[in-house]
């Protein structure tokens, strides 16, 4: 059986070092906001060329605390891709703001930056592109748009570490890059951990008083702030899987373009342009026929996941957006397929996918 992901294997080349950071953080007696928090912090801003970086519980609470920190009135606009997971349009409705669906690109799948100027009113306060799959957003547009009509520009990157659009890390384009290390990301931890990349002072500052319930010195609170802190433990295993980043990535990629150079023209193939070097945190393909090609290749023994099954306004939750119509973004949750390829497959793994796929 070809697994579509086993943490186990992932993380197993580090188990030794895991341990031992282990056994010191154990050793030390601080478990919050410590030395690895700080450590990690430093290291993963100067990775994504950006001047702050802030530690947080959750990718969804690092897009969260980017919106809060702008204080926008209630009811104001967030623009965003209505093809993102959920999580991204949770947290401008949980700061009480109102998300306004534009569809993505057929060949990106992320947002389409032509439809952006579209949907602008005179509410609208802020764009949330999301890098989805590992792929970066065309990102000239977006800026010019963002720096005419005056708007902030928040960048989902949970899928998107090390990604670069034309030499640029993601991150850094604009007011706030939210990042997720969700075990199975290409940077992922050993549980839940987020982080929030800024260039400005003001808002780091902010960030880090409003993860800590609002507090800039203990018992003494300045905002209305949540629990949203990034454990020492969990940075101490980041800090060590950082410092191989670009390999992992570069595995994935290795991996990747075997299924580029290799599947039949039948299968929908992920876009790939000199201006975007992708990740791959998914290798996603579309297809026709997905149930029925995931239900062949399972019998196959090639396990497969679909992200994602269900377009955010078809949500239950979203039942609010159930009379729109967004039918770019139901194409794609219609025909998406991932495939395997995670840090633990071999080159021998992906060929026999693609043995397999190419006789469906």
């Known amino acids: 059986m070809i697994e579509y992901e086993n943490l186990a294997k992932v993380n197993q080349p580090f188990f030794d070092k895991f341990k031992r950071a282990f056994k010191d953080v154990l050793e030390s007696g601080w478990y919050i906001l410590g030395g690895e928090v700080q450590k990690f912090e ?18 969804l609470d690092a897009l969260i605390l980017s919106i809060q920190v702008l204080e926008l009135e209630k009811g104001s606009e967030i623009i965003v891709p209505s093809n993102t997971y959920i999580a991204t349009i949770l947290a401008i409705l949980k700061n009480g703001l109102i998300p306004v669906l534009v569809e993505p690109d057929i060949k990106t799948y992320n947002i389409d930056s032509l439809k952006i100027e579209t949907f602008i009113t005179s509410k609208t306060k802020a764009v949330l592109v999301v890098h989805l799959y590992g792929k970066p957003c065309e990102m000239d547009t977006i800026l010019d748009i963002c720096k005419r009509k005056k ?15 034309k030499g640029r890390k993601v991150g850094g384009f604009g007011d706030f890059g939210a990042f997720s290390f969700y075990p199975t990301k290409n940077l992922g931890c050993l549980g839940d951990g987020g982080a929030i990349t800024t260039n400005k002072s003001e808002y780091h500052d902010k960030i880090k008083m409003l993860r ?38 570069q595995h994935k990629r290795t991996l990747a373009q075997l299924y580029l150079d290799n599947l039949k ?79 633990f497959h071999t080159k021998d793994d992906i060929l026999k996918v693609i043995e397999v796929l190419n006789k469906f």
């Open 151 to 165: 708007l902030y520009l928040i960048e989902d990157c949970a899928q998107a570490h090390g990604a670069e659009y």
């Open 212 to 249: 800590n319930y609002g507090s800039d010195k203990k018992y003494h609170n300045k905002y209305i702030g949540i629990n949203s802190r990034l454990d020492e433990i969990q940075a101490s295993f980041l800090n060590i899987k950082l410092k191989v980043l670009d390999h992992i990535n």
């Open 265 to 343: 023209d039948d299968h929908i193939l992920p876009l790939v342009h000199k201006d975007f070097f992708d990740v791959y945190h998914i290798f996603n393909i579309r297809h026709e026929k997905r149930d029925e090609l995931k239900a062949y290749l399972l019998k196959n023994n090639i396990k497969t996941e679909i992200h994602y099954p269900v377009a955010p306004h078809k949500q239950k939750a979203l039942s609010f957006l159930s009379d729109q119509s967004f039918p770019i973004s139901e194409e794609i949750h219609k025909t998406t397929l991932s495939l395997p390829v995670s840090y």
């Open 42 to 59: 430093k290291e993963f801003a100067s990775y994504n060329n950006v001047r702050y970086c802030s530690g947080v519980a959750s990718g």
